[in-house]
């Protein structure tokens, strides 16, 4: 039998490594909260509703909503579906990258945050901060800047309808352009 010994130095060293790298989470969220640590990266499941999904500050998340709601942590990089209406997306700010689809539910796009919403089902209503920039993708045309699919606020400005007339933008470029 071979006995290691590692010393002292060399073990904090390879602690100090592991954490950094930091871990690599998936969970099925079924019936409860998946939550994503601060700077992990993570990926999760909704076989059964409600799911929740919570993405800490700094990580790079992605989550199944399922009536429930997923948030993006200040400074956090999200991905979000919805399986199951209602389903509500949250993205606190200061984030980078922060897409979610939203159903009979709202989206929110926090200050200094770049937003991609997509409306499965209406009504979504969407809020978007001074300084965030967002685009909200409506199911068809007609439907985009009605009470189905709206842009409630839009900083101190006004949502665009887009030349696709299914998409709204609110200090951001429309698609195509």
């Given at each position: 039998?071979?006995?290691?010994?590692?010393?002292?130095?060399?073990?904090?060293?390879?602690?100090?490594?592991?954490?950094?790298?930091?871990?690599?989470?998936?969970?099925?969220?079924?019936?409860?909260?998946?939550?994503?640590?601060?700077?992990?990266?993570?990926?999760?499941?909704?076989?059964?509703?409600?799911?929740?999904?919570?993405?800490?500050?700094?990580?790079?998340?992605?989550?199944?909503?399922?009536?429930?709601?997923?948030?993006?942590?200040?400074?956090?990089?999200?991905?979000?579906?919805?399986?199951?209406?209602?389903?509500?997306?949250?993205?606190?700010?200061?984030?980078?990258?922060?897409?979610?689809?939203?159903?009979?539910?709202?989206?929110?796009?926090?200050?200094?945050?770049?937003?991609?919403?997509?409306?499965?089902?209406?009504?979504?209503?969407?809020?978007?901060?001074?300084?965030?920039?967002?685009?909200?993708?409506?199911?068809?045309?007609?439907?985009?800047?009605?009470?189905?699919?709206?842009?409630?606020?839009?900083?101190?400005?006004?949502?665009?309808?887009?030349?696709?007339?299914h998409t709204l933008a609110c200090n951001a470029s429309c698609p195509g352009d």
């Amino acid at each position: 039998m071979f006995v290691f010994h590692l010393s002292r130095a060399l073990l904090a060293i390879l602690v100090a490594m592991t954490l950094a790298v930091g871990c690599n989470s998936s969970a099925d969220c079924s019936n409860g909260t998946c939550v994503c640590g601060q700077n992990d990266q993570c990926g999760f499941t909704c076989d059964a509703p409600p799911c929740h999904v919570d993405c800490a500050s700094g990580s790079s998340c992605s989550g199944t909503c399922s009536n429930g709601t997923c948030t993006c942590e200040q400074g956090a990089s999200c991905s979000f579906e919805c399986s199951t209406p209602p389903c509500h997306v949250a993205c606190d700010g200061q984030n980078t990258s922060c897409a979610g689809t939203c159903a009979n539910g709202s989206c929110t796009c926090g200050s200094g945050s770049t937003c991609s919403f997509t409306c499965a089902a209406g009504p979504c209503h969407t809020t978007c901060a001074d300084d965030a920039k967002c685009v909200v993708e409506c199911p068809n045309a007609g439907v985009a800047g009605t009470e189905d699919c709206d842009i409630t606020a839009c900083g101190s400005g006004a949502a665009i309808l887009c030349p696709d007339k299914h998409t709204l933008a609110c200090n951001a470029s429309c698609p195509g352009d």
